[in-house]
């Protein structure tokens, strides 16, 4: 999985100039394809700030608030980028929980008499670790 975050000074009052030169050399490099979060940092430094790339956020490093939704956009940029899915696991086989964790978002585990059955999210490339769960 792939997801490109820009970062960009909102507070430089050339920003928009140097936006345009990392899209043109992303273009150059054949990478305008890949999932791309644009982040605006110093937001406590601008009062008036539109930004021109989306999706974007609009944060101060300084603030934990700020990272602490940073944090959340980034766990659903990935969600959007992977792919969902919905597991029943076995006791038998609820040993290797903890290996599909390293790999995927485990959302839900709800616990049930003869297994697990979880809801996640996973990339494509990761999506083969599921078949281990099947019998």
Known sequence: MDLL?????????????????????????DMEDIPRLTLYNKADLVEDFTPTQTPYALISAKSEDSRENLQALF????????????????????????????????????????????????SEKNKWRLEEFYD
Do not use: C
């Not at 936006?19 to 273009?27: A, R």
């Not at 076995?90 to 390293?102: A, N, R, T, W």
């Open 5 to 29: 975050v820009h970062v960009i000074d909102a507070s430089n009052p050339y920003h928009e100039e140097h936006e345009k030169t990392v899209l043109s050399i992303m273009k150059d490099l």
């Open 75 to 122: 766990l659903e940029k990935i969600k959007d980028i992977f792919e969902s899915f919905t597991l029943r696991v076995p006791v038998s086989k609820s040993y290797k929980i903890h290996d599909l964790e390293s790999v995927a978002i485990l959302e839900e585990r709800d616990y049930q008499d003869d297994g697990e059955v979880i809801t996640g999210y996973i």
